[in-house]
Every structure is written in structure tokens, then in C-alpha cells.
């Protein structure tokens, strides 16, 4: 059997053989691509998944305070474009509602200008029972165009005299 040694710095050798030459390649391209990561750290790593051991075992490397900065540094900069552009969507948001309470502002004041027109025309015409279609549609050239009521909906049953009376009244 084996003997261990009590000695907890152990030592690699890489042979001039093609193939630990070109392991040796290879663990040199991984520090480059991890500088916060030394060749002990790939060691242990490699044995913690030859030996099968879980993720969950597997102490967690320690990080520089390098690369704490860095990741901060990005964090913070994520955090600052994601404001801008809430901010950016949240003023659109805002100018389309005041931009809608204008508009509905601006109709209020035509209905309100054509009921005083329509209460003027019954004070003048007590005796009358409804409003021509000509008073109702006419349009006032100082504000914009009336809207368009929903139409009612009209009742099952209609008497004939009323429907010949409502043609005189709309003529009228």
C-alpha cells in the first residue's frame, strides 16, 4: 500500500514527452484564461472530479479582492444602465398619459361648450320636444370634431304613430 507522507505541499513533474508537454500547454492556456486561479487550484479541481466527489463537498475557491472589485465594478454598471432605461420607459409612460389626459381635457371642453350650445336652442324653443339632427351635429370651428356617441340600443317594440311623428320632429 501507498504511504502517504504528512507533507502538504506535493510537487508535478512534467516529463518531455509529447504528451505531458502538451498537458502542460494546456494547463498554461487555463491561467491565462483564470488569472485569479494558480496551478494548485487546477490541481484540486481535477482531483475533486476524478475522485467523483459532489459539488456540495467541494469547498468554494476563495476569490481576490480583484476580482470582488471587478464583479462589483459590473454589477454597478448593470445597475446603472437598468435605471437608465426604466427611467427612459417610465417618462414615455408618463408623456403618453399627459399626452391622453390632454386630448380628453381638450373633448371635455368641446361637450362642454356643445351642451351649453343645446341647453341655449331648448331656452329658446321651450315648446319644441327634441333637437334637430342640423343643432345637434353642427360643428364649431374653434374646437375639434365632436365624437361619436354609441348608439343605443333600440326597444323591441315601436309604435307606428311615434315613428311618423319623430320624421316630422328631425324635418322640424
Sequence with gaps: MFQWSNKTHKSVTFNRGVADQSLLDLVEAAL???PHKTFSHLCKEALWQFLGIPEAFQP???RGSADD???SA???RLLENFQQDFWERESSRD???ESSLDRLSEQLTYLQHQLTHL???VERNPESQGLSASAVNSPNPQSP???EPKPQPEPVER???IDRLSQFLDEF
Aim: aromatic residues 0%; glycine residues 4%.
Design 32 to 34: 491565462e484564461k483564470h
Design 60 to 62: 468554494r475557491p476563495e
Design 69 to 71: 472589485d471587478r464583479e
Design 74 to 76: 459590473e454589477l454597478k
Design 95 to 97: 408623456e403618453a398619459i
Design 119 to 121: 341647453e341655449g336652442i
Design 145 to 147: 370634431p365632436p365624437i
Design 159 to 161: 309604435d307606428p304613430v
